[in-house]
């Protein structure tokens, strides 16, 4: 059962630009949501991440908007590098539960 | 090491072998996870360690796949009879406490593919 919808599957942006990537949850009991970065061959690792109590919170280039009304949360990534290159994911949670992993975005960021 | 180390690395198997996965978490880390990774998928939950209590199993798609951690350490997923549809990345995670509301240490994972 998909509880957490990610888009874009695919994402090309150039170097110094916005890359945004979107997911949408559907349990409400969700109150954890990180975000974790992939490279080919490698385990995710956390990005970021947000409690629902803050609408907003940002770390360096990147940034998690949160909408609870919607259920929607968003990975804002400025002045995109090509070191940014890798897999996204969204994940959620509540507590005493395992983490819900989105279908993953590939950010390439051209030079 | 720092890290969580996952061995083999790469595992190639005949449908119907039996193959078994060793996760390494990060010394002193109480939780321990086992996730599945279709190819170009997001990660799906397959059991949960703390200590070497199995609290929750749940995600395991068959009684084919079994997981241990005997000592509260070292885990080993174990499947049996391999198909092709076991064919995927299997990675690890540990954390420091408990439950998954806070950090996860991935290790790289294991390729297994089932021929």
């Known amino acids: 059962q998909q509880q957490v919808k990610q888009s874009p599957q695919s994402l090309i942006v150039q170097k110094g630009g916005i890359s945004i990537i979107n997911c949408a949850y559907e349990n409400t009991a969700f109150d954890y949501f990180p975000w974790y970065q992939q490279f080919p061959g490698k385990g995710p690792a956390l990005l970021i991440a947000i409690r629902p109590d803050v609408s907003e919170k940002k770390e360096g280039r990147f940034t998690i908007s949160f909408n609870k009304s919607a259920k929607q949360f968003s990975l804002h990534i400025m002045d995109s590098q090509p070191g940014d290159s890798a897999t996204y994911f969204c994940?959620?949670?509540?507590?005493?539960?395992?983490?819900?992993f989105g279908e993953g975005t590939q950010l390439t960021v051209n030079p | 090491g720092a890290g969580v180390s996952q061995s083999p690395r790469y595992k190639v198997a005949k449908r119907g072998q039996d193959v078994a996965l060793r996760c390494d978490p990060i010394s002193g880390h109480v939780s321990l996870f086992w996730y599945q990774q279709a190819l170009g998928q997001g990660p799906e939950f397959l059991t949960y360690?703390?200590?070497?209590?199995?609290?929750?199993k749940s995600g395991l798609p068959s009684d084919r796949f079994f997981a241990e951690r005997p000592e509260g350490s070292v885990s080993t997923l174990k499947i049996q009879r391999t198909q092709q549809e076991d064919s995927a990345v299997y990675l690890c995670?540990?954390?420091?406490?408990?439950?998954?509301?806070?950090?996860?240490?991935f290790g790289s994972g294991t390729q297994l593919s089932v021929l």
């Open positions: 360690f703390q200590n070497e209590a199995q609290l929750d």
């Open positions: 994940a959620a949670s509540s507590s005493g539960s395992r983490l819900t």
């Open positions: 995670a540990s954390s420091k406490y408990g439950w998954a509301n806070e950090k996860l240490f």
